[in-house]
């Protein structure tokens, strides 16, 4: 089955310092969504993307995905505490099933 | 507005015990799925809904059976609990399964199998 790819597992980073996470598919993927997970929490919602090469930024999170939609990245700038917990990228598979795929999810920890 | 309700959020069950969680959404949304999630596994689809009266099997239904006899309602049962069954459970539903799909997440239920 469609399996997403998520790296790095764990990232740790000091306050004010640059996060990236990636997600990668062998397949073609349909729709990009990226949520947020702190910890105890429930994953919610942070964007989505379906076109080709789409970029969308929020505040100092940017999102991308790749040409040839096979990947996708988060970039978190200048990293603040608030940022903790994990990321999950997901496929939205539209053919067939429609269901989500997660990936194994990112998880950052941030030392102030 | 509460969005998406999850009951019971902790539960503790023998092995070979049944149960059941009870998930309730008041956004109309016709999708609901049944996640978990264990350390480094990421959320992993059980059994997911497209609209009432209708279920269908995701990535690990074994174990598991669900129902969704009213719109606003996705229950998932566990005949015979095991320890592998330890996990926390995530409900969610969206209004479309389409492109604009986006999951609204319960907050969770906590379940060990002794």
């Known amino acids: 089955g469609q399996q997403v790819m998520q790296i790095p597992q764990y990232q740790h980073v000091q306050e004010g310092e640059d996060f990236t996470t990636y997600c990668n598919s062998s397949?073609?993927?349909?729709?990009i969504q990226w949520y947020k997970q702190r910890p105890g929490g429930h994953p919610v919602f942070l964007i989505q993307?379906?076109?080709?090469?789409e970029v969308k930024k929020q505040k100092r999170l940017t999102f991308q995905f790749g040409e040839a939609k096979k990947n996708s990245s988060l970039h978190i700038t200048a990293t603040q505490t608030t940022d903790v917990g994990t990321y999950f990228c997901?496929?939205?598979?539209?053919?067939?099933?429609?269901?989500?795929?997660f990936g194994q999810g990112t998880r950052l920890t941030i030392n102030p | 507005n509460a969005g998406v309700t999850q009951t019971p959020k902790f539960r503790v069950l023998k092995t070979g015990q049944s149960m059941t969680l009870l998930c309730a959404q008041d956004?109309?949304?016709?999708?609901m799925y049944w996640y978990r999630q264990d350390p480094g596994m990421g959320l992993r689809l059980i059994h997911y809904?497209?609209?009432?009266?209708?279920?269908a099997k995701g990535e690990v239904p074994d174990g598991y059976n669900v129902s969704r006899l009213k719109k606003q309602n996705f229950l998932l049962g566990l005949e015979s609990a095991a320890p592998s069954q330890t996990s926390v459970y995530f409900c969610?539903?969206?209004?479309?399964?389409?492109?604009?799909?986006?999951?609204?997440f319960g907050e969770g239920s906590r379940l060990t199998v002794l």
């Open positions: 969610a539903s969206s209004f479309t399964g389409g492109p604009l799909g986006e999951l609204f």
């Open positions: 397949t073609t993927l349909s729709n």
């Open positions: 993307l379906v076109k080709s090469g």
């Open positions: 997901a496929d939205h598979e539209i053919q067939g099933a429609q269901k989500l795929v």
């Open positions: 956004m109309n949304h016709e999708y």
């Open positions: 809904s497209v609209g009432e009266g209708t279920t």
